[in-house]
């Protein structure tokens, strides 16, 4: 059955692909004929009657159905904001930052409020692309008073539990001032199952366990938004966010011993905890038209963010003679992030445009860990190496960036920035070390013709360095220790890319992405030698490579015979390599996939106000190579939703959706080693399928 899903759903979605292809390289129309979409050097400006048919709620929906366009945060992941822009202008401003995702901007926005779209397909001096090869700029109508818009929705979860939500929010002007108010609020109960089964050398099946995981997860995050046009010349911007949770865990697991067809209790596992955590989150942002040709903006970020795991108890019993021994893990840690970034833009004539600037960031990260072993009379700590440790990263860039519009249908982007960092470990390791990089980049855009646009790039990238690799991790309930490693360094890229973008018709899109980097300290693991037994920890493994293939396609399917219908498919493959250090053969990266397939299907039924659709996603085999252990992944059949909506009532957007339709789960095999991987001896292999089962949920919303 799995096998057969997954040659049907790679099949699909290659003969779509290649379907599309073949269509787009037909002859047609150089633009569209119809009075929805108007296409003018670059820019297709897309009427709000175009989307009727999706029956849209907010400037969300209508932004999802732009062809050939996916909505970007951004790395919003990556300290500081030189890379947290993301791929959406409001009236021709970006109104993303690191504290309002873009999907909540536009969740905010009625369909009543929006004038029309613009899809930027190049880049263009009058635009900000940031690096984005498309941009989509949502122009309001003037006169937008008070809107809100709300969205209530209830899941039914594999244990039977309902998990309510609510996101709601409120816009009113004040003067020259518009205000708005959010709330997204709710709580969940996924209950997990584990089956697993380990066998010895020989391949006997020794142990067979089942687990059951009930987690509750419920949150409440308030927002706040002001923007303020000053005067002609000036505005600011003000974003509040706020995010307070609490996770509970309850997890029992039976392990029988096996022998030959007959099971016997072997020991019974329990363990039980809450994580507390708070969120708080502000960007402040200022612009300022000194001429007509000369702006600047400065931006102010603050984020600070606290949590508490445990303490939690591990616990081992016996079925017949009670309590054996238990692990107890508690941890707690803080994130800090402070971030000042200034900008002057500078637009000397229609075909430049000129940025400059600088930005300074200070972040931190504190990481504390306690082990502690209970044997049933006495609890005695266990050493565990940089289990307590402050990492701080004090970090400044400089850029420039330059758009040359060369004429008609070729421009050119470039663009500098010079990174300089400091990081400082403190505690249970201590050390200081510092960071210079030279990031270029530089993007060629060629239209042929208003159907076809070609785009070559090139760049150096630094990866961000992820401080929770400086701390040491465990896994008690998977049998998983990691090692904080203070010598990791950030893994540079040189990178080279070309696309091809074709449109056809009104709706339909398909481009063709190749790209090669060049890896220089891949990330992955490395094995350390402590007193208590060499432990696995993040490193860098050496220099590697990666070509990667991408095709998007955004197609109608009315020559099928479904009307209103629309079929977007995005399918990957990576070809990864590196030496491994330990074996000194080639291989893949760990954690990399080399196929990720993802459908999504719509169909809509105008005259009934009716629609329904279904998502698709899938990802091939993984691997993690790791000192001691192996691991091969598998999500199995992928993950289905379907779902069915209606507009029929007072207004209102009515969804019954099924998550998770497959409900096979994700299998993972762990090959554990006797000393290095390199040498080959297996001592026991673990098999597990873990599943969280089908959701159902049933959902509302509007505006008002």
């Not at 049907?8 to 009075?35: E, H, K, R, V, Y």
């Not at 995981?213 to 005067?231: F, G, K, L, T, V």
């Not at 021994?325 to 075909?351: H, K, M, Y």
């Not at 990266?589 to 629609?611: H, K, N, V």
Request: hydrophobic share 35%; proline share 4%; net charge negative.
């Amino acid at each position: 059955m799995r096998g057969i899903l997954k040659r049907s759903a790679a099949g699909i979605a290659m003969c779509a692909l290649t379907g599309a292809s073949a269509f787009a390289l037909q002859d047609g129309p150089a633009a569209s004929n119809s009075p929805l979409i108007r296409t003018q050097s670059g820019v297709a400006t897309y009427e709000p009657g175009f989307f009727t048919d999706y029956a849209p709620v907010t400037a969300l929906d209508m932004v999802s159905r732009v062809p050939g366009f996916g909505l970007s945060n951004g790395d919003t992941s990556r300290r500081g904001l030189g890379d947290s822009f993301g791929n959406l202008l409001i009236d021709g401003r970006r109104p993303s930052n690191k504290s309002l995702s873009l999907e909540t901007v536009l969740q905010r926005i009625p369909v009543a409020d929006v004038e029309r779209l613009e899809l930027i397909q190049e880049a263009l001096p009058q635009y900000d692309m940031r690096g984005h090869s498309r941009l989509v700029n949502v122009i309001l109508r003037e006169g937008a008073g008070q809107s809100g818009s709300w969205d209530a929705r209830i899941q039914l979860s594999d244990s039977g539990r309902l998990g309510p939500r609510i996101i709601a929010s409120y816009s009113t002007p004040v003067g020259p001032t518009e205000m708005t108010f959010g709330i997204d609020t709710g709580m969940s109960g996924n209950r997990i199952r584990l089956r697993d089964s380990l066998y010895d050398e020989t391949g006997t099946e020794v142990f067979r366990g089942r687990d059951n995981d009930q987690r509750h997860y419920q949150e409440i995050a308030p927002s706040w938004s002001m923007n303020w046009d000053i005067d002609d010349e000036s505005r600011l911007r003000l974003d509040a966010r706020a995010n307070v949770w609490t996770w509970h865990r309850v997890r029992y697991s039976d392990v029988d011993s096996v022998s030959g067809t007959s099971l016997t209790p072997h020991r019974i596992e329990h363990n039980e905890t809450e994580n507390h955590g708070s969120f708080y989150s502000g960007t402040l942002s200022y612009q300022r038209d000194l001429t007509d040709q000369v702006s600047t903006e400065t931006m102010f970020l603050v984020t600070r963010e606290r949590y508490e795991d445990g303490p939690e108890a591990y616990e081992e019993y016996d079925p017949a003679t009670g309590f054996i021994e238990a692990v107890i893990v508690d941890a707690e840690g803080q994130i800090e992030e402070t971030a000042f970034r200034q900008t002057l833009s500078w637009d000397p004539n229609e075909r430049h445009s000129l940025e400059f600037g600088g930005e300074y960031a200070l972040n931190a990260r504190e990481t504390d860990l306690a082990l502690n072993y209970n044997d049933g009379t006495t609890i005695t700590p266990i050493d565990l190496p940089v289990a307590s440790t402050r990492v701080e990263e004090a970090r400044s860039e400089i850029f420039a960036n330059h758009v040359w519009q060369i004429n008609d249908r070729v421009s050119l982007e470039s663009g500098l920035r010079y990174e300089f960092s400091e990081i400082t470990q403190t505690g249970d390791a201590q050390q200081t070390r510092s960071f210079t990089y030279p990031k270029p980049s530089v993007t060629l855009n060629y239209r042929s013709d208003d159907r076809n646009r070609f785009r070559l790039s090139g760049l150096r990238d630094v990866a961000q360095l992820e401080f929770g690799k400086f701390a040491s991790s465990v896994d008690p309930a998977d049998n998983n220790s990691t090692l904080g490693n203070p010598d990791y360094v950030p893994q540079r890229t040189w990178t080279i890319e070309g696309e091809w973008e074709r449109r056809f018709g009104d709706e339909g899109s398909f481009s063709l992405q190749i790209g090669y980097d060049w890896v220089e300290d891949l990330d992955g693991w490395v094995p350390i030698t402590t007193p208590n037994g060499v432990f696995d920890a993040p490193g860098n493994i050496g220099d590697g490579t990666n070509l990667r293939v991408t095709g998007n396609m955004t197609t109608p399917l009315d020559s099928l015979g479904l009307d209103n219908a629309v079929l977007d498919v995005f399918l990957e493959w990576y070809d990864t390599n590196v030496e491994d250090p330990l074996t000194g053969e080639d291989r893949h990266w760990s954690g990399y996939r080399e196929w990720e397939l993802r459908l999504d299907f719509r169909q809509t039924f105008p005259q009934s106000q009716m629609a329904w659709g279904w998502d698709y996603f899938w990802l091939s085999d993984g691997e993690t190579f790791r000192a001691q252990e192996y691991q091969q992944h598998d999500n199995t059949d992928g993950d289905l939703d379907i779902y069915v909506e209606t507009t029929r009532f007072f207004g209102v957007t009515l969804r019954a959706q099924v998550d998770g339709v497959f409900n096979n789960g994700d299998d993972r095999q762990r090959v554990f080693y006797d000393g290095s991987r390199a040498d080959g001896i297996i001592d026991a292999v673990e098999y597990r399928n873990i599943s969280m089962g089908r959701t159902f949920q049933i959902s509302a919303r509007s505006t008002f």
